[in-house]
């Protein structure tokens, strides 16, 4: 369908307009546009998203935040299995059913037939998906030598920091339509890891061999083609996204016909875009929970994502590496503060990395503040009032405030700390490599799985892969995830748990803060609206009523 916001074609690229011969701002352009979208909504059925940041790219198997899964991994994408909306409940995907053997090393997948990948400007397909296409996607991740390997300039942390290339033995094809992958060793959480879409996104391997034949497999990242409920139309970067509908999506097309996410990075503006009615649909900043109290076009959709705010101290940094001063650290923040001003109140406060809706999350571990003891541990380690630098997110309110409050606590037992301040994709790129004394993150569960959390952030190969941001390596940690990993009892692998989670409280290998809560501003014009439990935002389902 052609949609009227079309008219507005590309944003302008320079300043102020001064005349009718040149172009309007930036910034009116983009609110023109949303605008439009709104307005149209009920005609043209679009929806329009203030989303928090940018994506670092499309190639959704490179990059692990949120706003990159998103903008890619729940639009563009699907995953051989998925959890059920709204739940942690593992579902069929593209594989229709599967089958586990006896000793859990062994799955078999039936993929859906007929299945449709996206019809581009750059790419038509010829064929519908069968099992070369989970070959491919899977082979260019795994094999070093594979063609499209090296076109993925981020590499693949998540694939890494899950130690991927550990567990997974082979991938072959049974049959054009059934896909059979061997493991190394039995591993509890498989069928949960095929959920994720750094992990088991579908890519099309004619798509991927036309752009090899081309020599542009960096495309992926730019011009994505998969099997998802929408199609990318464009991209004007720390702008706009612009989505349609995929009409033949095997689940049924979407209800809508566009989608567009406008990048927001203050949530001011994004309140005021709320208000404006150039955004339907908008994360709000916890401590801005009670700004559009009383709006009668809106309710706020509140949910507990499966995530934790935390810092990330650079085990291999001097200081940093001794267990003493990383645990002075932990032990000088005030917790509570920062759930009351920072996240006003909608959040509690952090003792183990696990939230409280992971099972094995342990409620016995807490970190109450106290300075004394943080400045004799400070003592203790020899701290000679250098200067250490934080990395956090730039145009946050929430994440400016919390650095503010770290940097408080911290000066009251003689530590020193400097902000950095950077887009949230270098924060990543650059905390991966260890350039870091100390960074500012969060994580939210991709799957509901203990080891989700533990083994992409905390692991010895997430270190090397750029997952794990504290740089910390422990072997008897390691030992307690692989047990864990090989055991389907529940009830042992929640002991393990356990004692993991004590293990890394006392050993500090990061600083957890704060688990909290998500709100979103939905319009009353939408229906469908998904916040999932592990942070993300699925318009799959969305209509208009």
């Known amino acids: 369908m052609n ?5 507005f074609g590309a944003p302008p690229q320079g ?44 190639d959704i198997a490179q990059y692990e935040t949120v706003n ?33 053997s006896a000793d859990g090393k062994a799955y078999t997948l039936h993929l859906r037939k007929g299945v449709q990948f996206h019809s581009t400007p750059w790419f038509k397909p010829t064929r519908t998906l069968n099992a070369d296409d989970v070959l491919w996607s899977f082979q260019r991740i795994n094999d070093k030598q594979h063609p499209a390997h090296a076109a993925a300039r981020n590499g693949f942390p998540y694939w890494a920091g899950m130690s991927m290339p550990e567990l997974i033995k082979s991938v072959s094809k049974a049959d054009p339509m059934t896909v059979r992958i061997e493991l190394t060793r039995a591993e509890a959480a498989f069928a949960a890891n095929l959920t994720m879409n750094a992990i088991a996104s579908v890519f099309s391997a004619e798509y991927g061999e036309q752009l090899a034949k081309a020599g542009k497999l960096e495309q992926l990242n730019t011009q994505p083609v998969g099997t998802g409920p929408y199609v990318l139309k464009s991209y004007q970067k720390d702008a706009l996204i612009r989505y349609t509908a ?102 509690e406060a952090a003792g183990s990395f696990l939230p409280p809706g992971i099972w094995s999350h342990d409620p016995n571990l807490k970190d ?25 997110t730039a145009g946050k309110s929430d994440v400016k ?27 990543y790129k650059r905390t991966g490599k260890g350039e870091h004394d100390l960074a500012v993150l969060s994580w939210y569960s991709d799957n509901g799985d203990p080891d989700n959390f533990l083994t992409p952030n905390l692991s010895c190969a997430a270190v090397e892969g750029g997952g794990n941001k504290a740089q910390w390596c422990n072997a008897a940690f390691d ?29 500090t290998g990061l600083i957890p803060l704060a688990h909290k809560q998500g709100l979103v501003a939905v319009d009353k014009r939408i229906a469908g609206f998904v916040a999932t439990p592990f942070g993300g935002h699925d318009f799959k389902a969305v209509r208009l009523k």
């Open 368 to 392: 109450k503040q106290d300075v004394e003891k943080a400045k004799a541990l400070v003592k203790a380690s020899g701290y000679d009032g250098s200067e250490l630098q934080i990395f956090a």
């Open 479 to 507: 030992e307690l995830l692989a047990a864990a990993r090989a055991t389907p009892d529940l009830k042992k692998r929640t002991e393990i748990y356990r004692k993991a989670q004590v293990l890394l409280h006392e050993e």
């Open 3 to 7: 949609h009227p916001c079309n008219a």
């Open 401 to 427: 405030r919390l650095v503010e409050l770290v940097q408080s606590d911290w000066a009251k037992i003689g530590v020193k700390v400097a902000v950095r301040n950077m887009e949230l994709g270098e924060l």
């Open 15 to 58: 300043g102020a307009a001064s005349g009718p011969a040149k172009p309007a701002p930036r910034r009116h352009w983009v609110a023109a546009l949303l605008l439009c979208a709104a307005g149209a909504a009920q005609a043209a059925g679009s929806v329009s998203f203030c989303s928090e940041g940018s994506p670092e790219g499309f």
């Open 246 to 347: 995929h009409p033949q999506y095997w689940a049924g097309a979407p209800k809508i016909d566009n989608l567009i996410f406008a990048v927001t990075l203050d949530n001011a503006v994004m309140i005021q875009r709320l208000k404006a009615g150039e955004c339907m649909v908008g994360v709000l900043a916890n401590d801005k929970a009670s700004t559009l109290d009383g709006d009668p076009r809106f309710e706020i959709a509140k949910s507990r994502p499966l995530m934790t705010a935390y810092i990330a101290p650079n085990s291999k940094h001097k200081w940093l590496s001794d267990k003493r001063f990383r645990q002075a650290l932990s032990l000088a923040v005030d917790r509570g503060a920062i759930v009351q001003s920072v996240y006003g109140g909608f959040a």
């Open 68 to 100: 990159t899964n998103d903008a890619a991994g729940l639009t563009i994408y699907d995953t051989l299995l998925q959890m059920k909306p709204g739940t942690t409940e593992v579902v069929p995907g593209l594989a229709e059913r599967w089958e586990v």
